[in-house]
């Protein structure tokens, strides 16, 4: 069945350091894939997302590949904020009859000014 | 503002309750869920509604009992719960549920205690 696993947490970061979330999965087919993000005391937030092989999702200086060969889709930004702690959850759907999404379990980022 | 919206957010209920969770949806989707969120635990979807009818029901007690009256919103029914039933219950909702791209909106949640 599907899988997405994601690098363990907690991420402890200096304000304006480089993150790099890792993310793993595996499905059939050709899986769309996903990152959300839930900050304090919300619901989740789609982040990006990438439908098809070597297409890159990017949003708020966030970006992500989509990498067929290694079946992976890590989460970059190049100077974090404050603003960015949150919990980053990394997903995939396989789409046709298989709609559902799959989580991974999810890691949390803590930015320290 | 996500367009999905949900009440209450926070409740408290006793084992022998009856409370019930509703979300609603602003965005003229045909697609909607309940996903329970624990701790250290993946999302864990819970039920899928298109255009009204129930087309996933993931191995769910009985206690807790979905309704979805129109395409905009959608309710959780809960009764005797337990206390491994505390957990954060979002709901979600897309414009399908078939093709895979799809993106899910979800809303704030309803953090759940059961004492």
């Known amino acids: 069945g599907d899988s997405v696993t994601q690098m363990e947490g907690p991420v402890t970061l200096s304000e304006e350091a480089c993150l790099t979330i890792?993310?793993?999965?595996?499905?059939?087919?050709?899986?769309?894939l996903f990152w959300y993000v839930q900050y304090p005391g919300e619901g989740l937030q789609l982040l990006l997302k990438?439908?098809?092989?070597?297409d890159k999702g990017s949003n708020k200086g966030f970006e992500a590949t989509y990498r067929k060969e290694t079946t992976s889709f890590h989460l970059e930004k190049g100077s974090v904020q404050v603003s960015d702690s949150a919990v980053y959850f990394c997903?995939?759907?396989?789409?046709?009859?298989?709609?559902?999404?799959?989580f991974g379990k999810g890691t949390l980022l803590t930015v320290n000014p | 503002e996500t367009g999905v919206t949900q009440t209450p957010r926070h409740l408290v209920m006793g084992m022998t309750n009856k409370k019930s969770l509703k979300c609603e949806q602003h965005?003229?989707?045909?697609?909607m869920y309940w996903y329970k969120q624990s701790a250290k635990k993946p999302l864990e979807l819970m039920f899928v509604?298109?255009?009204?009818?129930?087309?996933e029901n993931n191995s769910v007690p009985s206690r807790f009992s979905p309704e979805c009256p129109n395409s905009s919103h959608l309710f959780l029914h809960l009764h005797t719960l337990q206390p491994e039933d505390s957990a954060l219950y979002l709901c979600?909702?897309?414009?399908?549920?078939?093709?895979?791209?799809?993106?899910?909106?979800f809303g704030p949640g309803t953090r759940l205690l059961v004492l």
């Open positions: 890792n993310c793993t999965y595996t499905a059939t087919g050709y899986p769309s």
């Open positions: 509604y298109s255009l009204e009818e129930r087309v």
């Open positions: 965005l003229g989707h045909n697609a």
């Open positions: 979600a909702s897309s414009q399908e549920f078939l093709g895979g791209g799809e993106t899910q909106y």
């Open positions: 990438a439908t098809k092989a070597d």
């Open positions: 997903a995939l759907s396989s789409g046709g009859s298989n709609y559902k999404l799959t």
